[in-house]
């Protein structure tokens, strides 16, 4: 018995030393890999900004690459994870990116900058989707992030209306799959007396608050991160939100994946001062309105038909109030591909007459997971 002990023993210090091993020229790639990226850096500026060498479309490449050659046991999830986390590193040696995001912290908005950022960021929480856009139009941050919809409930309608008047572009594009949790300081969700969150993530649950908490006050309020602060401070609160703010607020994550949907999800946009180049892999977001003097039933096929002529496919579209008349609208489009593409430019240009108002409001990479 003793000698099989001791052999297993001696193959686990083996496998330990292989693992060291490995973790050291791990660690050494790494900063390889980072001394690369600075020289990049100063090779564009002297100054070595960080925002002078932050490419969305050459993360892009990397991280398709990351995918294609994965081959296991780790997910393409955790390996996009690790490298976008390296990149973020990396990117932040003179200075970090700064980030602003509908706030306050603790939001899934800030859980979608740091999947598509990494968290080696400066977060720049905001109050109001209008905020962030101004701040990042004063530069005092680099680029915004914001929501634009939920897969259950839809267009997030001021962040479109920013658009109107904003002169920033769409950098990029983040789906961030959202799961609710119920947290609180109780350890027993038996002493909860009421649940603090937002009324959607309040909607989003509402058949398991329904089945298993049924007796307790729903306590609608401007975000889960004021929820989450909620529960901290008060006896008998509870509230709904995610891992990240059960670690900023200290709270316990009583019961997980409350939401009553499996694939519910929301999009987020980034939002930043200047174009992107292609990725090969792209989305481009137009905003549009019709001349005044088209009139009729053929108004939106007008519009419409330019990019089927060119096979350009429309992933989306929505319309909102163009607040200079009643029943004036104003059209945001999704479609597959660059605005550099040679169908995309010839279906804008086709635009052009029957257009009052015909913008470009960005071209960027596809979000891949």
């Known amino acids: 018995m003793k000698k099989k002990d001791n052999r297993k023993s001696g193959e686990l210090e083996t496998i330990r030393k292989n693992i060291d091993s490995i973790d050291e020229k791990i660690q050494l790639l790494i900063n390889d890999r980072a001394r ?5 850096g100063l090779t564009k500026n002297k100054k070595g900004s960080s925002t002078d060498f ?57 859980s979608a900058v740091f999947k598509h950022f990494g968290h080696s960021v400066k977060g720049l929480p905001f109050g109001l989707i209008d905020e962030v856009f101004q701040e ?30 904003s002169p920033l572009k769409i950098c990029g594009e983040i789906e961030l799959k959202i799961e609710h949790h119920l947290l609180g300081k109780m350890k027993d969700i038996r002493k909860i ?60 994550v009583l019961t997980k994946n409350i939401e009553d949907r499996s694939d519910n999800a ?18 481009t977001t137009i905003l549009l309105s019709t001349n005044d003097t088209k009139t009729g039933s053929g108004v939106l096929y007008s519009i419409l038909e330019p990019f089927s002529k060119n096979n350009i496919n429309i992933t989306r579209i929505e319309s909102r109030p163009s607040h200079k008349k009643n029943w004036d609208y104003i059209f945001f489009l999704d479609l597959d591909g660059h605005a550099s ?28 997971n």
């Not at 997910?75 to 040696?93: G, H, P």
């Not at 929301?266 to 989305?283: A, E, M, P, Y």
């Not at 279906?347 to 108002?357: M, R, T």
């Open 193 to 252: 007396h009421r649940i603090c969150a937002h009324e959607q993530a309040l909607a989003q649950c509402r058949s398991w608050v329904r089945e298993y908490l049924s007796h307790v006050e729903l306590v609608s309020v401007s975000s889960n991160a004021i929820g989450a602060r909620r529960a901290r401070d008060e006896d008998g609160t509870a509230s709904i939100g995610s891992d990240i703010a059960a670690d900023i607020y200290g709270l316990n």
């Open 36 to 40: 690369l990226a600075k020289e990049i």
């Open 54 to 110: 932050y490419k969305p479309e050459r993360e892009s490449d990397v991280i398709k690459s990351v995918i294609h050659r994965n081959d296991g046991p780790l997910s393409n999830d955790e390996m996009v994870r690790l490298f976008r986390e390296i990149m973020s590193a990396c990117l932040a040696q003179q200075e970090p990116l700064k980030i602003g995001f509908l706030g306050p912290e603790g939001t899934f908005t800030q």
């Open 266 to 283: 929301t999009r987020f946009l980034v939002v930043g001062r200047n174009i992107i180049s292609s990725s090969g892999n792209d989305k």
């Open 136 to 165: 990042v139009e004063a530069q005092t941050a680099d680029f915004g992030v914001v929501p634009i919809e939920n897969s259950t409930e839809g267009t997030v309608n001021n962040t479109l209306d920013m658009f109107v008047t």
């Open 341 to 368: 593409d040679d169908n995309i430019v010839s279906a804008l240009k086709s635009l052009e007459s029957e257009c009052s108002l015909l913008r470009v409001l960005g071209s960027y990479p596809k979000a891949l």
